[in-house]
């Protein structure tokens, strides 16, 4: 796992996790530890997303579910809803142990998203990758 | 069991459950997320998606038994109904469907359904309407469920189907809705209305063509019925009646008065016949309108069939009037033309088409019988009939038979000797369509061919002046004219000359003789020009006036002469003549009247010609004067549009010829800002002004040039009908002009900006121009003042015969140089003048005028004076000073000698007590009178130098006066004056206040009671004030030796005593009234001295009083009483720091302080002292040296005031100067005492500042 060294211009408590705009105008979802996110949790971040980060247009985000203990499926139907997509132009899915990467499997695999997302272990890998969607945009 | 496999356990626990179907079933995840909570995570979400899809397939299940409930439930329905409606539906000639409402899907449709849409029912079943787009306009199905939903029904609605082959069905439509199974449903019942519409259509079609016909057509068209009502009138029938349509129709044709009562019979019989079945053949008959007008038509009446019956008739009419009239007309119109003909003047025949004459008139019979012709020629071949006419003729009449066209030509014919011309017309006479007739027309022209010819002989004539390159041509191309109608063969053109009565023959051609002239005396010629009579004579008649010697006979006898005058303008310039050798019938009278008609023109033209050549040869020379001129020439029209220009043009203005002709030369050579001008130029030639200036135009380029114009109106016959112009380049000249102007405008403006008084005069010496300058010197208001004045006059009346001498040598020398003269003003003011002056010389270098240059040396003179007296000045006080010296030299060498002799004496150590105090006394007289004159010194030094600062405070004038009273007593004791009263003389009432600097004040006042008492031996020195004009005058008087009056003046002036002499005797620098003066000036005020010799003097100053409060306030005896008795004071207990690095000085003060008995300490420079201030803090003064080494005492003061602001430093310092003063104050010390300082001020001092 590569080292976030990105300047931080706001962040937000989320709940059970907190987001992070950076300079570079993407977005830095983390979680908890052993966290189970239902889809309380994930309506009041969509809503946190739409009201303090997106309100100049979408963004792309990267996140880090390597803390996520438990998704939800109905907390997968909303991030891979259009109303979701709506807010963010690209996802890309931070899973470094086991669990993560089931959930992030699943997510890829079941849910079929509205936005492109994409699953890294490496967080720089991710970066690159969200900042070239980003910059393409 | 370790951890791990406890939790595989459990996950193994799990998906049993979960195989065992129950989906509930989770696995809970450690914190570890490591690889089986990985699989943990795996399975319950797996069990998660699993559950989920199968509650989703559980409703999907739900829905679908509730569908196939629906449908059993319809076919139910169905099956009940199906028996019933099965047969109707089927068997239907209609079209039937049953639809769903919502979504159009076929639920049953019928065979003729199927048979009307082309789709079978297979294909139809289930699937929507939409599907096939049978409803070709959506609009109606809306419409249509629209109104089944209103109204639960629709019947009759007219729409259009496309149909499976993609045509369109008309089909008509009626719709109700069903419920089957409780949703709606769409029954639909159609029929295919396409082939009824098609034969409505095409009925409609056909009856509206056949009414189009009968409303369209031309002829009036009538229906009647059986019966013989009118049953239909159609629009050209009721116009043809002059009756509206419907007053027609519905009446008996028996009733319709139209048809004439007579023929009723007639039609009655038609009619039936046609009722018959007959077709009667058109009739044509009678009709009126109704206004009665009678009319002819023609009508046609069938029977009208229907279904194989004859229903009626029909009866078509036709207006035939108009046929009718016109056959009448031409009946009618063949006995006019006959007679028509026979009226006419041209001779007329006709011919058949076997070209035989049938008919002629009665011009051309006459006409035959004239040229012996015979005039029968009715029923002749026309050739016969006319046998002088060309063979071609019969071509002609061929083609107007065959083309029916008409030809139309000019004919010669030749009738015996005589030639006729005819001009002929052949025109076809039409029966039916084809040429039945030719009609001839000939219309003689014999006599207009002649004129024309003759007109044609004048034309060309008048052209050969144009034509013909000189009168010798022209002459021949008339003769050549002439002989086409005449003979002119001998033929010749005279010209009379009146003077010598002879006839000149510039033409002659003659088959028998030749002459170039001959005498117009004698001559038939000259008879005829006498008689102004035009002349055909044959040989025998000019015999006859031979015989008679009215005529000489010259020249061979012609047959036949014939001669006109020539004339122009009602003047006879010579003959035409023509004569026959050999036939006397050669001419005749109409030959005569021809020629002499002829000669009028070729008069003209031989004048014109003559004319021409003259104007030729003119305009030759004009050309080449135009071409020629070295000078730009252009003629322009009266609007100033060029129509001619000179070669000269291009190259003055750079335009072609061609770029300018025909446009107006003001828009191409007149620079802008000269229009207005031109314009005013063009406007006064076409005037008629000749207009001569000069101005500026420019070149193609822009260039500006500068030119002369010459604009001259051409006028002919009194009208102007062109403009002349002549430029000329004069930019060269111009430009000289301009700089020889600007070079004048150059030194006029150096005349009139100089400074100096300039004038030029003519070389009489009298003014024609001046400069401001001049005017200025001799104080003139304005030119006038000298312009016309002769310049000696403003010379003193004693210099004047030097001015006359000065202005020759001008005219002798060409100038004179800086001659000074005194002149006299305009206001008769004397002015000293240099005078410069030369000659003005013409191109010639002849003298024409006298410039002169004057200037005021007035105050350079006075300047002059002041400089020549300032010296004399500077060289007496040069002497002054001289003698100031020496006499200072002996002021300071006199106390000095006694100082240092006494001090020598003073190293003896045998003198007694008594001496020793002797000499210190003079010594310390003579120390302080050097200290006076050093004083003296210096204060001039800083007079001049204006390094002198007044210190104003306000002060008590009379207290000031008491206290320099005080003093002077005692220093008078020193100058040996004591018999010498000093006294005091003030107002008593007044107390008077002055904002004065004391210091100075004081040392005036001693230096005028010091000079009072130094010049008094006897009597008293009294000083005091009064007050005048708000002014304190203050006064020192004495009874002393008084200054003569002519010294008065003087004893202010530096280094001035009234008598040096005296000076011996009573010593002195004579600087102390000088001082005074200088120092009173200072103050603000002035002195003076009144005097009478050996009586006294009175010096006298005043000052601005500032204010005056009344006596008695204050008594300064008092205070200066109380001040002298401080002088005895005594300071024991008082500790003193005396800061002086001269241990001399410091000696001094130390000599008094030890009778104070006060304690001493030395500080011996800024060191010590600030050491001595720190280590004894009981200190209670400070006499302090502002000169000491090291720390100099003003930085010294400032130290001490950081530690202590109340001790009181006195500063002591020979810096006699009030920056010092300043300076110390400012550093911090209490107050100030100058060096020397005597005891009685040191001890005032410090008693001030110890009581």
């Known amino acids: 796992m590569g080292i976030i060294s990105f300047n931080i211009v706001k962040q937000t408590d989320t709940g059970k996790g907190r987001v992070m705009l950076y300079k570079d105008g993407f977005m830095h979802q983390i979680y908890n530890d052993s966290v189970d996110l239902t889809i309380k949790d994930s309506l009041k971040e969509l809503e946190i997303y739409k009201k303090e980060y997106c309100t100049e247009g979408k963004r792309p985000i990267l996140v880090d579910i390597t803390n996520l203990k438990s998704v939800s499926k109905e907390s997968r139907g909303i991030y891979a809803s259009e109303d979701t997509a709506s807010v963010l132009i690209k996802a890309a899915l931070l899973v470094c142990n086991p669990v993560s990467r089931i959930i992030g499997n699943f997510y890829l695999g079941l849910n079929k998203s509205k936005m492109p997302v994409k699953m890294f272990g490496d967080v720089g890998e991710a970066v690159e990758w969200l900042k070239q969607a980003h910059d393409k945009k | 069991m370790s951890l791990e496999d406890t939790r595989i356990t459990k996950i193994l626990e799990a998906i049993q459950q979960i195989a065992s179907g129950n989906f509930d079933a989770r696995i809970e995840i ?26 989703e397939q559980l409703k999907e299940n739900q829905k679908l038994n509730e569908t196939i409930s629906q449908l059993r439930e319809v076919k139910r329905e169905l099956s009940r109904s199906e028996e019933l409606s099965s047969q109707v539906f089927q068997t239907s000639p209609d079209s039937i469907s049953i639809s769903r409402l919502e979504d159009g899907i076929f639920v049953e449709v019928n065979q003729s359904f199927e048979k009307l849409t082309g789709y079978n029912r297979d294909e139809i079943i289930g699937r929507s309407v939409f599907e096939f787009g049978l409803w070709s306009k959506k609009s109606i199905r809306e419409e249509l469920e ?79 019925d059986n019966s013989g009502m009118i049953e239909m009138a159609n629009p050209a029938f009721a116009l043809l009646a002059g009756l509206p349509a419907e007053k027609i129709t519905g009446r008996h044709f028996k009733d319709f008065k139209g048809f004439n009562l007579k023929d009723l019979p007639k039609y009655t019989r038609v009619l039936s016949q046609v009722l018959q079945g007959k077709v009667p053949k058109p009739m044509e008959m009678n009709f009126s309108k109704k206004d009665g007008i009678e009319q002819y038509i023609d009508i046609h009446v069938t029977p009208i069939w229907k279904e194989g019956k004859i229903t009626g008739a029909q009866a078509v009419v036709r207006d035939i009037t108009d046929r009718i009239r016109a056959i009448e007309a031409l009946r009618i119109s063949e006995d006019q033309y006959r007679t028509s003909m026979d009226a006419m003047h041209d001779a007329m025949y006709v011919i058949s088409p076997e070209l035989v004459v049938t008919v002629v008139n009665k011009a051309l019979r006459v006409g035959l019988a004239e040229v012996g012709v015979s005039p029968d020629v009715v029923g002749k071949n026309y050739k016969e009939a006319f046998p002088f006419l060309d063979a071609s003729t019969v071509d002609e009449y061929k083609d107007v038979f065959t083309s029916g066209k008409t030809i139309q030509k000019e004919e010669r014919y030749k009738i015996g000797d005589q030639e006729r011309f005819a001009d002929t017309r052949r025109i076809p006479i039409y029966e039916g369509k084809l040429v039945a007739r030719v009609l001839t027309i000939v219309h003689d022209i014999t006599e207009r061919k002649k004129t024309d010819k003759v007109q044609q002989i004048m034309y060309n004539i008048s052209n050969a002046v144009d034509t013909t390159k000189d009168l010798d041509e022209l002459f021949r191309s008339i003769q050549l004219e002439l002989g086409s109608i005449f003979d002119t063969r001998n033929f010749f053109i005279a010209f009379y000359n009146k003077n010598d009565e002879t006839l000149s023959l510039p033409f002659f051609v003659d088959e028998k003789d030749s002459f170039d002239s001959f005498p117009a005396r004698n001559t038939l010629t000259g008879y005829m020009i006498r008689n102004d009579q035009p002349i055909l004579m044959k040989d025998k008649d000019i015999a006859k006036l031979v015989k008679k010697r009215i005529l000489d006979d010259i020249g061979t006898p012609s047959k036949i002469w014939l001669g006109v005058p020539l004339k122009i303008k009602e003047e006879i310039i010579g003959a035409l ?194 400069n401001q300058a001049a005017l200025d010197v001799f104080e003139c208001d304005n030119e006038k003042d000298l312009i016309g004045n002769n310049a000696n006059l403003f010379v003193i009346p004693e210099l004047r015969v030097k001015g006359i001498s000065g202005l020759k040598k001008v005219l002798r020398h060409g100038h004179i140089k800086n001659v000074e003269f005194e002149m006299l003003t305009k206001n008769g003011r004397k002015i000293f003048a240099d005078l410069s002056a030369s000659l003005i010389r013409d191109n010639n270098d002849l003298p024409i005028g ?182 304190v005058q203050f006064f020192v008087k004495d009874t002393g030796i008084g200054i003569v009056k002519e010294k008065q003046e003087i004893v202010f002036d530096r280094f001035r005593q009234v008598d040096e002499s005296i000076n011996s005797e009573f010593g ?82 130390e000599s008094y302080l030890k009778h104070t008995q006060s304690e001493i300490l030395w500080a011996r420079d800024g060191e010590q002292l600030l050491e001595l201030f720190h280590s004894e803090p009981d200190l209670d003064l400070i006499l302090m040296d502002l000169r000491m080494p090291n720390l100099n005492g003003i930085d010294a003061t400032r130290i001490i005031r950081k530690a202590n602001k109340d001790i009181p430093v006195i500063a002591l310092t020979a810096y006699a100067f009030a920056d010092d003063r300043e300076k110390s104050m400012e550093a911090g010390c209490t107050d100030y005492l100058a060096k020397p300082v005597t005891i009685e001020k040191l001890s005032e001092t410090l008693l001030k500042y110890l009581k």
Request: proline residues 2%; charged residues 30%.
């Open chain 2, 577 to 770: 003549v023509m004569q026959n050798y050999e036939d006397e019938n050669a001419y005749n009278e109409k030959d005569l009247e021809i020629l002499q008609f002829v000669s009028a023109q070729i008069g003209f033209s031989i004048a014109t010609k003559r004319a021409y050549d003259e104007v030729q040869v003119e305009k030759a020379y004009f050309e080449q004067l135009f071409e020629g001129s070295p000078e730009t020439v252009v003629l322009t029209s009266n609007d100033g549009k060029l129509i001619k220009v000179n070669g000269e043009f291009q190259k003055l203005f750079g335009y072609t010829p061609d770029e300018v002709l025909g446009k107006e030369i003001d828009r191409l050579i007149v620079p802008e800002e000269f229009q207005e001008e031109a314009r005013n130029i063009s406007e006064s030639v076409a005037r008629g002004k000749k207009i001569l200036t000069e101005t500026v135009r420019q070149h193609k380029d822009g260039t500006r040039i500068h030119v002369s114009v010459i604009g001259t109106p051409i006028e002919i016959e009194g009208g102007q009908v062109a403009v002349y112009g002549i430029y000329r380049d004069i930019t060269d000249r111009k430009n000289a002009e301009i700089a020889l102007r600007e070079s004048e405008e150059k030194l006029r403006n150096i005349l009139y900006s100089s400074p100096d008084a300039i004038t030029v005069s003519d070389l009489r010496g009298y003014i024609t121009e001046c």
């Open chain 2, 146 to 224: 629209k109104r089944l939903l209103k109204d639960g029904i629709c019947t009759n609605l007219e729409t259009d189907f496309r149909v499976r082959d993609g045509s369109i069905v008309q089909g008509l439509l009626s719709a109700s809705l069903l419920h089957i199974n409780n949703r709606p449903h769409l029954l639909v019942i159609g029929r295919d209305i396409s082939k009824i519409r098609e034969a409505e259509e095409t009925l409609y079609a056909t009856r509206r063509k056949y009414e189009d016909l009968i409303q369209f057509s031309p002829d009036g068209i009538i229906l009647l």
């Open chain 2, 850 to 1031: 006298i410039v002169s240059i004057i200037q005021d040396i007035s105050a350079r003179k006075a300047y002059e004076k002041d400089l020549k007296l300032a010296k004399e000045k500077a060289e007496e006080s040069d002497l002054l000073k001289s003698a100031f010296l020496a006499n200072m030299s002996h002021e300071i060498r006199t106390p000095m000698n006694a100082i240092l002799g006494f001090s020598e004496l003073l190293k003896s150590e045998d003198l007694s007590k008594e001496t020793r105090n002797e000499y210190v006394k003079i010594i310390n007289n003579k120390g302080n009178e050097l200290m006076l004159i050093i004083s003296d010194i210096i204060d001039v030094s800083k007079i001049e130098a204006g390094d002198i600062k007044i210190l104003y405070a306000e002060m008590e004038v009379k207290d000031f006066l008491q206290q320099i009273l005080h003093q002077l007593n005692e220093e008078k004791s020193l100058m040996n004056k004591d018999h010498i009263q000093l006294r005091l003389n003030m107002p008593e009432k007044e107390c008077p206040i002055i904002v004065s600097d004391e210091a100075r004040l004081r040392q005036i006042m001693y230096n005028l009671i010091n000079n009072a008492l130094k010049f008094t031996h006897d009597g008293y020195v009294e000083i005091g004030f009064i007050i005048k004009e708000k002014k």
């Open chain 2, 30 to 55: 450690s914190s570890a997320l490591d690889q089986i909570d990985g699989i943990a995570t795996g399975i319950n979400m797996l069990s998660e998606e699993i559950q989920t899809r199968i509650e």
């Open chain 2, 1068 to 1149: 002195g620098t004579g600087l102390g009234l000088s001082i005074s003066r200088d120092l009173v000036n200072l103050l603000g005020g002035d002195i003076w001295v009144e005097s009478e010799e050996n009586k006294g003097s009175t010096f006298c100053f005043h000052l601005p009083l500032y204010k005056n409060s009344k006596a008695g306030e204050n008594s300064g005896d008092q205070n200066i009483e109380k001040k002298r008795k401080g002088t005895l004071v005594d300071f024991s207990g008082k500790k003193i720091l005396v800061a002086e690095d001269d241990s001399a000085n410091y000696l001094f003060i």
